[in-house]
């Protein structure tokens, strides 16, 4: 029988998977603002492990030699893929990579655009579904087929020993997988991943339109500890989301019987809001999830990414700089000698999702 085993995030690398933003409906028509942030993270994953980077057909050779131009020598490889995909969020439609008896495998879910029919945020995202698949391919790793289970990567934390986290608000959405009860759902996700827990945190970050995935609000930064996304002010809508996680976290044990350690980790004391300026840059298509002037972002310093050397640390600016320095306070405070580097990420979040959302990692083969 074989022994599967999902590492957490936090082990070495020997890549990350990025995918270049186009859409305009999240990168707007002038996408330069999320490029630039996008060529930031490029450089500081370089230092310490490849990077493949996916592209769609119709992109201009121009636009893939200006980056190579631009990232110059690097301690790693970037490795350009052309790929169409709908978007950029790698960590939903690209592979969740496990070890099967040692052996790295590239999970391919069900991708609906977090929610199909029912709630999901565009209506065509055939290229999306089979982006998975195709990677796989490229780098000659097997893909596991389990496109009747809908499941986003961001929807999914692993300590590496067994426990995984998850939100019951996503998990458990009626765009998801609604014919499963949730003992069906935590079985499958054992099954699959090799786990012997699921830890079900309640909700999720306010306003997150994934039906608030887990990498957005609790994140294992090392085996038995976390960091949770909080406020102390019980007049923010934040603040009985975050509560009720915590509670739950301090009442359950993981997989090896350890208490959890929470860390505290402040949301911007300032919400992040939707722009005159955003909304004349963004172009919707049909069937897909519009914004509005004022909309409150779903900004949270948790959806941090790891390197192989360092931690890329969301930051938003503006009203927001007491609480930027903060965060990387705390993180550093956690790092476990990896380096923190703050990146700032206005211009992702506008697209939805962030730092962790665009990222996904391709563990060191054993």
Excluded at 32 to 39: E, I, R
Excluded at 179 to 208: C, F
Excluded at 243 to 249: N, W
Aim: charged residues 30%.
């Amino acid at each position: 029988m074989s022994k599967i085993r999902f590492p957490a995030e936090f082990e070495k690398h020997d890549a990350t998977l990025m995918i270049w933003p186009v859409r305009p409906g999240s990168w707007g028509k002038d996408p330069s603002g999320a490029q630039k942030a996008f060529v930031t993270l490029f450089k500081e994953i370089l230092k310490s492990e490849d990077l493949y980077v996916l592209f769609g057909r119709m992109t201009s050779s121009d636009i893939i030699n200006s980056l190579k131009e631009e990232l110059g020598d690097t301690n790693f490889d970037f490795v350009p893929l052309i790929i169409d995909s709908d978007d950029s969020w790698a960590r939903d439609t690209g592979p969740t990579f496990v070890y099967d008896d040692c052996e790295l495998k590239g999970i391919d879910w069900g991708f609906n655009a977090w929610g199909g029919d029912y709630d999901g945020l565009y209506a065509d995202y055939e290229n999306d579904c089979n982006l998975a698949r195709k990677f796989c391919e490229k780098i000659d790793v097997e893909s596991v087929d389990l496109k009747n289970f809908i499941l986003e990567g961001g929807s999914i934390h692993s300590d590496g020993q067994g426990t995984l986290m998850v939100t019951e608000s996503c998990l458990l959405s009626k765009g998801r997988n609604p014919s499963m009860s949730k003992d069906e759902i935590e079985y499958q996700l054992l099954r699959t991943l090799g786990a012997q827990k699921v830890l079900w945190l309640p909700r999720g970050i306010y306003n997150d339109e994934t039906n608030e995935h887990v990498d957005n609000v609790c994140a294992f930064v090392a085996p038995g500890e976390v960091v949770l996304a909080w406020t102390d002010n019980e007049d923010d809508p934040q603040y009985e989301l975050s509560k009720a996680s915590y509670d739950y976290l301090r009442s359950v044990t993981d997989a090896m019987g350890r208490e959890l350690k929470i860390h505290k980790l402040p949301i911007p004391s300032c919400p992040v809001l939707i722009t005159e300026e955003d909304l004349q840059n963004l172009v919707f298509e049909e069937g897909e999830d519009m914004r509005e002037e004022g909309e409150r972002l779903a900004a949270s310093y948790v959806n941090f990414y790891f390197t192989n050397d360092s931690i890329l640390l969301p930051q938003f600016g503006g009203e927001n700089k007491e609480s930027d320095l903060k965060a990387v306070e705390i993180m550093t405070s956690v790092a476990a000698g990896r380096k923190v580097v703050p990146v700032y990420a206005r211009d992702i979040l506008v697209g939805g999702g962030n730092i962790h959302c665009i990222t996904q990692q391709i563990p060191r083969k054993d």
